[in-house]
């Protein structure tokens, strides 16, 4: 499983990074956690406001952080 967090880094992007991380950490799967920063790649994907959480090339949410519960959700 791959799982992006896209966003320049503020405040509410780092924070969705975080919970992202937390929730892999509760999972017993393998999955992949990478953070995506570059304007251009992230306009690439279809995705004009940050955060955003892509979960296998599929946005899940754009513009917020997630609940926990939701991101949870998200890995199945």
């Keep these: 499983m791959?799982?992006?967090?896209?966003?320049?880094?503020?405040?509410?992007c780092n924070e969705a990074y975080d919970l992202a991380?937390?929730?892999i950490g509760k999972c017993d799967k393998d999955?992949?956690?990478e953070k995506i920063?570059?304007?251009?790649?992230?306009?690439?994907?279809?995705i004009f406001s940050t955060p955003a959480v892509v979960v296998n090339n599929?946005?899940?949410c754009v513009g917020r952080v997630p609940t926990e519960?939701?991101?949870l959700d998200w890995l199945g």
């Design 69 to 71: 519960k939701e991101f």
């Design 21 to 23: 991380a937390k929730g």
């Design 58 to 60: 599929e946005i899940m």
């Design 2 to 12: 791959d799982v992006k967090i896209c966003g320049p880094g503020c405040t509410k």
């Design 37 to 46: 920063t570059d304007f251009q790649k992230i306009a690439m994907m279809g």
């Design 31 to 33: 999955i992949q956690l």
